[in-house]
C-alpha cells in the first residue's frame, strides 16, 4: 500500500515549456486534490476531483489544467510554464464521505523550477 | 471567505521545553480544525483533528482544543524534542467538500 504518489519528484523547466504532473493514490479514494505551496503561503488548492469525471477550480487555478483519468489518477498539467509557476506541488486524496470526517492524504511532492 | 491565521516562525526552543502555536480561524458554519505537520523533505502528515466545538484533538504528546468563542485551535506539547522539528500547519475544511484551507506554516526548531 503505497498511499500517495507523484511523479517526478524534481523538474526544472524553461519558459514556456509544458509538462504534466502524475498522481495516483491506492486507497480507492474519491476525492484528489493539487496544491502548490510557496515560502510564506502555505498550500493553496489549485483544482480538485470530488469523484472519478468531476473537476473543480480552487483558489489559484490559472496556468492549470488537470484530468481525472480513473479513480486512482488525477494529473496537473501546465501548458506554457511561466517563473511564477516555481513551487512546491503536492497530491493529496480523501474519502469523502460525509457522514465521518475525511483525512486528507498527501503525497512526497513535485519541486518545480522554471527559469 | 474562510480563513486561518497563524503566529509568524520560526519558533526555537531548547528540547524540554513547553510549546504553544496559535491558530485562529474564519469561517462561516461550523468547519472541523486541524494541525498539519510537515518534516523536512516529505509530504504533509495530520498530527491532530476536531470536529466539533470543545473537542480536544490529541497525537505524539501534542494537544489542541476547538474554542468556538475564541475561533481558535493552538496547538501545545509540554516538553518538545529534537524530532519535533518540522513545519506546522492549521488548517480548517468545509465538511461538504473536503477542501483544506490552510494557515501559513509555523517552522518550529527545538535545539538540544
Known amino acids: 500500500n503505497a498511499g500517495v504518489t507523484q511523479t517526478p519528484k524534481f523538474q526544472v523547466l524553461k519558459t514556456g515549456q509544458s509538462m504534466t504532473l502524475q498522481c495516483a493514490q491506492d486507497?480507492?479514494?474519491?476525492?484528489m486534490y493539487w496544491y502548490r505551496q510557496d515560502p510564506g503561503m502555505g498550500l493553496r488548492l489549485i483544482y480538485y476531483s470530488a469523484s472519478e469525471g468531476t473537476t473543480d477550480k480552487g483558489e489559484v487555478p490559472n496556468g492549470y489544467n488537470v484530468s481525472r483519468l480513473n479513480k486512482r489518477e488525477f494529473s496537473l498539467r501546465l501548458e506554457s510554464a511561466a517563473p511564477s509557476q516555481t513551487s512546491v506541488y503536492f497530491c493529496a486524496s480523501s474519502v469523502l464521505d460525509r457522514a465521518i470526517y475525511n483525512e486528507q492524504f498527501f503525497g512526497p511532492g513535485t519541486r518545480l523550477t522554471v527559469l | 471567505g474562510d480563513s486561518v491565521t497563524q503566529m509568524e516562525g520560526p519558533v526555537t526552543l531548547s528540547e524540554e521545553a513547553f510549546l504553544t502555536i496559535n491558530c485562529t480561524y474564519t469561517a462561516t458554519g461550523y468547519p472541523s480544525l486541524f494541525w498539519y505537520v510537515q518534516y523536512p523533505g516529505e509530504g504533509l502528515q495530520l498530527l491532530l483533528k476536531a470536529t466539533k466545538a470543545d473537542d480536544k484533538g490529541s497525537n505524539k504528546g501534542f494537544e489542541a482544543t476547538y474554542r468556538k468563542e475564541t475561533t481558535s485551535f493552538h496547538l501545545e506539547k509540554g516538553s518538545v524534542q529534537v524530532s519535533d522539528s518540522a513545519v506546522y500547519f492549521c488548517?480548517?475544511?468545509?465538511?461538504?467538500?473536503?477542501?483544506?484551507?490552510f494557515g501559513t506554516g509555523t517552522r518550529l526548531q527545538v535545539f538540544p
Open positions: 486507497m480507492n479514494h474519491n476525492s
Open positions: 488548517a480548517l475544511s468545509d465538511r461538504n467538500t473536503d477542501k483544506l484551507i
